[in-house]
């Protein structure tokens, strides 16, 4: 992203500025995804990151490489075993005990002596604190290009680049960046943001050993403990298949207790805006949105939610959107799928009790479908 | 804090800043106090400026102050409940003489201004709030701010914070403010693209459009509305006294929604974004209520001390007036060597009554009175104006003559002869 | 013992709730919009500032942006900074984050001049370029450690030349032992910000900050800042495209609204069978339970 203070609108002339790729910057090939585990497993993003690989390397005629790394073999199989169900066609393994809980100064050396050796021409991250962390001191090694938080990737036709498109100027805009003479070309996408691919355990693919040169002794940074976040909040709504969502549309923190009924019944999680978060009324955790969490469940509620583009950017790709809003112009109508203009308090439990499959009059004659498109 | 300035100044609008700038230039060490996050965050106003007063502190301020538009065409609008009736005075400014009104943002000229100040040496702070003045016996020797170790002392004290003047009220210096006295001015942003705004008003390059208005749009009560073309927006805004909205009840906002789709002017404003709404309040008193305006070790300048020509909406520039006058007052006393008593200083009220401000403000003492015991003249005549007028243009086979004669008839159903006659001497006299 | 010597990088942004697009041609509206002080860099702040109150030291605050950045320097100067260095240069326009990093990392090579840097702290992220990128590429730079994402330094010890830091992550939070030189971002919402007083808001408002050009901030290669040090190229800024369609609406009458809701659970059924099959199944022992709004 330009750091100019922003004028990118100005700035479009620049892409024009093309010379031909340095022939060295040429044999760089291939579609590369860095897979981010721990002891539990591996996080969902390194696989819709893999499905985004896939498709963006079946463009460009190359292969899918993932990398995979930790400090034990045995969990490790698996998870390279996955990746090729996922998409990959050759993963890079490396086992080595320093490697064991994520640190930046190994991870980074590792990641940049694979990228040196084998020369892949994208190299794919997930928006999270290891990925970012990571992303950022990789590019900055290898003095390349790096394009955080993207929304959407493509292959640019005229440059062969990777176009990667990602929301600036707190969300108003989205703008498409290209690294043109610079290789790899690195960007990281934010969990839920691309689809989860299907897994094929058909797919056959390489799983390639790489050793590195690592000690302990060398490392300055020690990882002494571990602490995981309170029960409470393990709260994943990324992961949530279904979210009931709230804004300052209800109006006091005391009718959030309609949306986690809801929720409940739905055996979903209760999700927030930023004006919600901020008048205190529900835990940060909860936001969603560009300074919030992304999410794409199987079915959105939005009630009492305006849809300012800060918050559609994080609920867009929900398969079903349901919103509830006294505003018949409120732009989360645009987003949604169905709506009812109403008070979201006294729909909700109406609601609530029609999940619950308690009797509400069923007879829907007499009502009118309106569908404006 | 030990440190001593020779002047504290209270507040960072037009008159804080012009008169903080002109003690600076007297060689003053001045500190000016801020309660917003920069100077202008949190003020409002249509706005036009002026450009007399400015001119006179910084001469070549047309080459960097940010000014939006130029007034080319001034319109002044008397609204029923559907039509209006207008008149408009347009002169392209001719090459050898520079325009003298101008639309602002306040958030960035007040930046600007301030900046200018800082550059002549005065040291602003800003997000601090002055709570109180410090006094020796009656002699105010310094302000107590919001921030921890926050007592500072000078030799003279400005207030210069604006309409509701906490600090005046809180040290007896000003009496309350009266709810008939303070007119409540609500304002609208509402943006455009450059060319769009362009195309509606007929203007091109800087040139600007001010529409005032009258009429029924205010409900009956005192007050006026305004349009006024900045670059890229249009700021509309409703302001009625104060007395007014709580008697009438109707909320501010309503009343500007209600502007806003009148038919004349819901076509300038269709397709804009809404970027923000404030309100604040306008001292509309006038003469009969400026304070007492200076004491033992403080004067009081601009908005605080009443200072707005509520008929031709000028503040900005009676701020600055007044913020220089009272500058230039203590600088000459203390190059005399005389001490800022309370005698003293009431040369700023001297100089002040030679200046335009006092002398306008006193030719329109009576306007306020005269409109709040004739409110007809708000409700009654811009409809029958606006009657008079369909009346006379539409052709619809009545002779002319006719016609005439129903307009008579009607100023007459609703006003008898005598009372159009004194409505007449009224506003003549108010207005004189 | 010495107390640190601390940068701390903070950026002046466009205030982004105040930005607006366009209605028609979707570009940037940028009038009036005012400028702040990263608000994630005040995190930044009160962390170093922390750290002076008790172990003493020196904190310079530093900015790359054009002269009215200055203002954000100013205000860090106010919250008890000691030092302010302003980087400007029109060399430097059209930096991406890579050459951003390059240029403030050399500038804090000049700093180190004076006296060796200790500690570096940056914002987790900016809310303009919102990449999180520059910490952890001016780290590299520097060759020195990174700990990014930090919310709490329990142990900064100057003899020993360690540090302990609490790192989050989506999962849990990281304890790290690490050694001086090192940059640290540090996570939004750390601790509160502090009023300074107001002998230290005049002491701010009186400081020259020193403007550095890109010769004074050390910098030779004209090859590694603004747009040729810049390997990003924007292609394409455009308004993100609304949905064609509108969402089909449930109409209904004042006291119908039941009949409006089993619509529209209809409709959700229809839509989403799977999920509502699973739910069927656990739902049954709630009801009743729900207590009736207000
Ligand atoms: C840099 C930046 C980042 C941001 N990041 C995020 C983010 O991550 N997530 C986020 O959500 N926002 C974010 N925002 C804020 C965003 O711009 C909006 O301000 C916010 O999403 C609005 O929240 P809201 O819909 O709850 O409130 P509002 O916009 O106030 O909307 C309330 C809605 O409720 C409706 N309503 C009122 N009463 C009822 C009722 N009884 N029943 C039904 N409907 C009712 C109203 O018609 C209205 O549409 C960000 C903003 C900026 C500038
Ligand atoms: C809707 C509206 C439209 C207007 N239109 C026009 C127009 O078109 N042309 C025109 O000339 N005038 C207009 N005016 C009037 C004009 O805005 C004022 O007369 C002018 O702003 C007065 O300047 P001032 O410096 O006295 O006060 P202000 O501009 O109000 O400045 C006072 C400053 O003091 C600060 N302050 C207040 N209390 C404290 C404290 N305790 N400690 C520290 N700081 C403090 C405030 O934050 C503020 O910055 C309009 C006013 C309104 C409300
Ligand atoms: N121009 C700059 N000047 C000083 N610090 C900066 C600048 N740009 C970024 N930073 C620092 O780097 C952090 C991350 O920025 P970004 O990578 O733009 O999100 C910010 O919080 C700042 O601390």
């Keep these: 992203m330009s750091e100019s203070g922003g004028k990118p609108a100005e700035r479009k002339g620049a892409a024009r500025r093309k010379a031909a790729l340095d022939p060295r910057l040429a044999e760089y090939r291939g579609v590369w995804v860095f897979v981010e585990r721990d002891e539990q497993g591996v996080h969902p993003v390194s696989w819709e990151l893999l499905g985004a690989a896939r498709a963006l390397a079946d463009q460009l005629g190359s292969e899918v490489g993932a990398v995979v790394a ?78 955080a938080d993207c929304t959407e990737l493509a292959i640019d036709r005229e440059s062969r680049a990777l176009a990667a498109t990602r929301p600036t100027f707190g969300g108003n805009l989205l703008c498409t960046i290209l690294t043109l003479n610079y290789r790899p070309q690195m960007a990281t996408v934010r969990p839920r943001v691309l689809p989860q691919p299907k897994k094929d355990h058909g797919r056959s693919g390489q799983i390639q050993k790489e050793e590195i040169d690592l000690s302990e002794e060398e490392m300055v940074t020690k990882l002494l403990e571990f602490l995981p976040h309170a029960g409470g909040d393990r709260l994943d709504l990324s992961l949530a298949e279904v979210i ?93 799928h169905y709506g009812i203009v109403g008070d979201a308090l006294i729909l909700l439990p109406l609601l609530t009790r029609m999940v619950r499959g308690q009797a509400v009059a069923t007879k829907t004659s007499g009502l009118e479908v309106c569908s404006s498109s | ?110 930046k600007w201004f301030a900046k200018k100040a800082q550059e002549e040496g005065v040291l602003l702070i800003c997000e601090t709030t002055v709570l109180d003045l410090l006094r020796e016996g009656e002699r105010v020797v310094g302000v107590r701010t919001d921030r921890e170790q926050g007592e500072v002392y000078a030799d003279v004290v400005i207030l210069a914070d604006g309409v509701n003047s906490v600090l005046a009220r809180k040290a007896g210096i000003r009496p309350e403010l009266k709810a008939g006295e303070v007119a409540l001015g609500v304002k609208e942003l509402l943006f455009y693209s450059q ?126 007036e ?49 409109l709040d015991q004739n409110r007809h003249f708000l409700t009654t005549y811009p409809e029958l104006v606006n009657r008079a007028a369909e009346t006379l243009l539409r052709v619809d086979g009545v002779d002319k003559r006719a016609k005439e004669k129903e307009v008579t008839r009607s100023f007459r159903k609703h006003r008898s002869y005598r009372g159009l006659f004194s409505d007449a001497v009224k506003l003549w006299r108010a207005f004189r | 013992m010495r107390g640190p010597n601390i940068v701390v990088c903070v950026k002046q942004v466009p205030d982004s709730a105040q930005i607006r697009v366009h209605p028609v041609t979707g570009t940037i509206m940028r009038q009036g919009v005012p400028a702040v002080l990263n608000p994630y860099d005040l995190f930044a702040l009160e962390e170093a500032l922390q750290i002076k109150d008790r172990l003493g030291g020196r904190i310079v605050a530093l900015c790359m942006g054009p002269p009215q950045a200055e203002a954000a320097l100013r205000k860090a100067l106010s919250l008890g900074v000691d030092d ?179 619509l529209l659970w209809e409709k959700i059924r229809a839509r989403q069978p799977e999920l509502v099959e699973k739910l069927s199944g656990d739902n049954g022992g709630e009801n009743g339970q729900e207590r009736v709004s207000e």
């Design chain 2, 322 to 370: 007044t913020g220089r006058i009272a500058a230039e007052t203590v600088i000459e006393l203390k190059q005399a060597g005389e001490p800022f008593t309370e005698r003293n200083l009431r040369r700023y009220r001297q100089r002040l009554d030679q200046s335009f401000v006092m002398k306008d403000l006193r030719k329109y003492q009576h306007v306020h009175e005269v």
């Design chain 1, 244 to 336: 009931v969502a709230g804004g300052k549309g209800l109006q006091r923190a005391a009718n959030f207790s309609l949306l986690e009924e809801l929720a409940r019944a739905l055996g979903g999680e209760v999700g927030a805006t930023r004006a919600a978060v901020q008048a205190g009324w529900v835990d940060v955790q909860r936001q969603i949105g560009q300074t919030g969490k992304t999410v794409r469940p199987k079915l959105y509620i939005a009630a009492g939610i305006s849809g300012e583009i800060q918050h559609r950017v994080g609920m867009e790709g929900s398969d079903l959107i349901v919103a509830i809003n006294t505003d018949p112009n409120a732009p989360i109508f645009e987003v949604a």
């Design chain 2, 1 to 110: 804090m030990n440190e001593r300035f020779d002047a504290i100044v209270v507040g960072a609008g037009p008159a804080g800043t012009a008169t903080a700038l002109t003690l600076a230039r007297g060689g003053w060490k001045v500190l000016q106090i801020e309660r917003g996050e920069y100077p202008g965050s949190k003020n409002v106003q249509g706005a036009i400026l002026y450009a007399d007063s400015l001119q006179k502190l910084i001469p070549n301020f047309r080459e960097e102050a940010p000014l939006e538009r130029h007034l080319v065409e001034q319109r002044v609008w008397v609204l029923d409940d559907r039509s209006y009736i207008g008149s408009t005075y347009r002169s392209p400014v001719s090459s050898d003489a520079e325009p003298d009104r101008y639309t602002i943002l306040r958030a960035q000229f007040d």
């Design chain 3, 84 to 262: 302010a260095v302003l980087v400007s240069d029109r060399a430097f326009a059209g930096s991406d984050t890579l050459a951003t990093s390059f240029a403030l990392a050399s500038a804090i090579r000049q700093v180190g001049q004076e006296q060796p840097v200790d500690l570096v702290f940056t914002g987790k992220q900016t809310i303009d370029g919102d990449t999180g990128q520059v910490g952890p590429g001016v780290a590299k730079r520097l060759g020195m450690q990174l700990l990014s994402y930090v919310c709490r330094i329990p142990i900064l010890d100057m003899d020993s030349q360690s540090i302990v830091v609490h790192r989050w992550t989506e999962k849990g939070v990281q304890v790290l032992k690490s050694k001086l030189p090192c940059l640290i971002t540090v996570l939004e919402g750390t601790s509160e910000g502090r009023f300074a007083s107001l002998p230290e808001m005049i002491r701010a408002a009186r400081q020259p900050i020193r403007v550095w050009n890109r010769q004074a901030a050390g910098i030779e290669d004209l090859s590694k800042i603004g747009l040729k040090g810049s390997p990003t190229v924007v292609g394409k800024v455009f308004a993100p495209s609304r949905r064609a369609e509108r969402a089909e609406c449930i109409e209904w009458e004042q006291d119908q609204a039941e009949k409006a809701v089993s």
């Design chain 1, 70 to 147: 930790g400090g034990a073999e045995e969990s490790l199989e698996s998870h390279c075993r996955d990746a090729v169900a996922y998409g990959a066609d050759r993963v890079y393994q490396t086992v080595h005990p320093v490697l064991a809980g994520y640190r930046n100064e190994p991870y980074a050396k590792l990641l940049c002596e694979l990228v040196k050796k084998h020369k892949p021409e994208i190299l794919l991250l997930g928006a999270t604190s290891l990925g970012r962390d990571l992303a950022s001191s990789v590019a900055t090694t290898l003095e390349t290009g790096l394009t």
């Design chain 2, 195 to 320: 060319e769009s705004l362009e195309d509606r008003f007929g203007i091109q390059g800087d040139e600007g459009v001010a529409i005032e208005m009258v009429g029924k749009i205010t409900r009956g009560m005192v007050g006026t509305a305004f349009l006024y073309t900045n670059k890229e927006s249009l700021a509309v805004g409703i302001g009625c006294l104060l007395s007014d909205f709580r008697k009438e009840k109707v909320p501010p906002y309503v009343l500007l929604a209600r502007l806003k789709e009148h038919p004349a002017l819901r076509p300038l404003l269709r397709d804009g974004e809404m970027k923000e709404y404030t309100a604040h309040l306008i001292p509309e008193g006038g003469y009969k209520a400026i304070p007492k305006l200076s004491g033992d070790g403080w004067l009081i300048v601009g908005d605080a001390g009443m200072f707005v020509n509520s008929v031709h909406r000028e503040g900005s520039n009676l701020a600055m």
